[in-house]
């Protein structure tokens, strides 16, 4: 994947937890992803389609999804509820939503999130995609921001 692809996700997700939670992240080592199993307990995921497809999928720590819907919600959270649920595929949306249109060159659409709990699942990229992991800390815990994007090939009819 071309760095020029990550670049959108990282300033999306740095600017969404400024803006929206009032918190700022910092970023760690950028690596390839080499499993299929999510990198923190409670993942956004959604799905991006155009000139060039993949997914997109925002995980948090516990402590980070708690802090983040008691930011966005402005009232104390203490458990995975549906409303941290929420919290997490709204941020979902919202950061692939900012990286899309910092590629609009691939005319995407993006798809509507979907939220998993747990450490017993697994996060599908498309086959010929290398996921890129991009790891943050943050005042509350772990975020883990994983892309696999690949540009489509156009069919020419003739």
């Not at 692809?5 to 929206?20: A, E, G, K, Q, R």
């Not at 104390?76 to 941290?84: E, F, M, W």
């Not at 509507?112 to 699942?121: A, K, N």
């Amino acid at each position: 994947m071309k760095v020029e692809y990550i670049n959108p996700f990282v300033l999306s997700s740095v600017n969404v937890f400024s803006t929206m939670l009032g918190c700022e992240l910092t970023r760690g080592d950028v690596t390839t992803k080499r499993d299929r199993r999510p990198s923190c307990e409670i993942t956004g995921v959604i799905g991006l389609s155009g000139k060039a497809a993949g997914t997109v999928a925002v995980g948090l720590s516990r402590e980070a999804a708690l802090g983040s819907a008691e930011a966005m919600l402005m009232e104390p959270q203490t458990n995975l509820n549906a409303d941290v649920i929420d919290v997490v595929g709204e941020l979902t949306n919202m950061i692939a939503g900012g990286a899309k249109a910092e590629l609009s060159q691939f005319d995407m659409s993006i798809s509507l999130p979907v939220v998993i709990t747990g450490s017993s699942h697994s996060i599908d990229f498309p086959r010929s995609a290398t996921p890129i992991l991009i790891p943050f800390s943050s005042k509350w815990g772990d975020v883990c921001i994983e892309v696999g994007l690949v540009e489509q090939v156009e069919v020419v009819a003739v």
